[in-house]
């Protein structure tokens, strides 16, 4: 059915394929490696530049999940997900608006199923203090942008001129921001403004 592909290529075309079947966007050439076992980032580079030479596939080298599938085999053609790009943002402080053009560092492409009629941003964690809800330094949240929260959801909260992400609490005079950190305290406030709810995460291996 590919007769001018190597298996290894095949192999890795069908795995971008799959990928963005399930997930509506491509896999990073480390996620190819652990799913095919491929030992080498090297190897999976050429794979993947002689897939394009050959007009399988089109890369953004900038990038590392820009990959668009130009195959159009009839046995493997893929109904594609749509998919909707969702701004990262650099950071949140008082007095900027979220979504500035100059507070745009890039985009993520997120499944249109999972972001459809939602107001998302995407914010790079700086820190520790979610560590046992399994946010991690480096992580990237997605955030659902809203004023207000319930109880024990997980917020993107302004306290002043900082922002941080926090487990919110309502107390009788005021406000509990609790780290998913054993070694860290409570924040208590009588005034804060919620920015929005984590609603996902997303991790770069």
């Given at each position: 059915m590919?007769?001018d592909?190597?298996?290894r290529?095949?192999?890795?075309?069908?795995?971008?394929?799959?990928a963005?079947?399930?997930k509506?966007?491509p896999?990073t050439?480390?996620?190819i490696?652990?799913e095919?076992?491929?030992?080498?980032t090297?190897?999976?580079h050429?794979?993947l530049?002689?897939?394009?030479?050959?007009?399988?596939?089109?890369?953004?080298?900038?990038?590392?999940?820009?990959i668009?599938?130009?195959?159009?085999?009839?046995?493997f053609?893929?109904i594609?997900k749509?998919?909707?790009?969702?701004p990262?943002?650099?950071?949140v402080?008082?007095?900027?608006?979220?979504?500035?053009?100059?507070n745009?560092?890039d985009t993520?492409?997120?499944?249109?199923?999972f972001?459809?009629?939602?107001n998302l941003?995407?914010l790079?964690?700086?820190g520790e203090?979610?560590i046992n809800?399994?946010?991690?330094e480096g992580?990237?949240?997605i955030i659902?942008?809203?004023?207000?929260?319930?109880?024990?959801?997980?917020?993107?909260a302004?306290?002043?001129?900082?922002?941080?992400?926090?487990?919110f609490?309502k107390?009788?005079?005021?406000?509990?921001?609790?780290?998913?950190n054993?070694?860290?305290?409570p924040?208590?406030?009588?005034?804060?403004?919620i920015?929005g709810?984590?609603?996902?995460?997303?991790r770069?291996?």
């Amino acid at each position: 059915m590919y007769e001018d592909l190597t298996q290894r290529e095949t192999e890795v075309l069908m795995f971008i394929k799959r990928a963005l079947d399930s997930k509506g966007y491509p896999p990073t050439v480390r996620e190819i490696c652990q799913e095919l076992e491929i030992k080498s980032t090297s190897t999976v580079h050429g794979s993947l530049e002689r897939l394009e030479n050959k007009g399988y596939i089109k890369k953004d080298p900038t990038k590392p999940r820009a990959i668009e599938i130009m195959d159009t085999n009839d046995d493997f053609l893929m109904i594609k997900k749509k998919t909707v790009d969702i701004p990262i943002v650099g950071c949140v402080t008082a007095g900027m608006p979220i979504l500035a053009y100059d507070n745009i560092e890039d985009t993520q492409p997120l499944p249109i199923d999972f972001a459809q009629d939602k107001n998302l941003f995407i914010l790079k964690v700086r820190g520790e203090s979610m560590i046992n809800a399994g946010i991690l330094e480096g992580d990237y949240v997605i955030i659902e942008k809203s004023d207000f929260a319930r109880n024990g959801e997980m917020v993107l909260a302004l306290i002043g001129e900082e922002s941080t992400i926090k487990t919110f609490y309502k107390e009788k005079d005021g406000y509990r921001l609790q780290p998913e950190n054993d070694f860290m305290e409570p924040i208590f406030v009588k005034d804060l403004s919620i920015l929005g709810k984590i609603v996902g995460l997303y991790r770069k291996i």
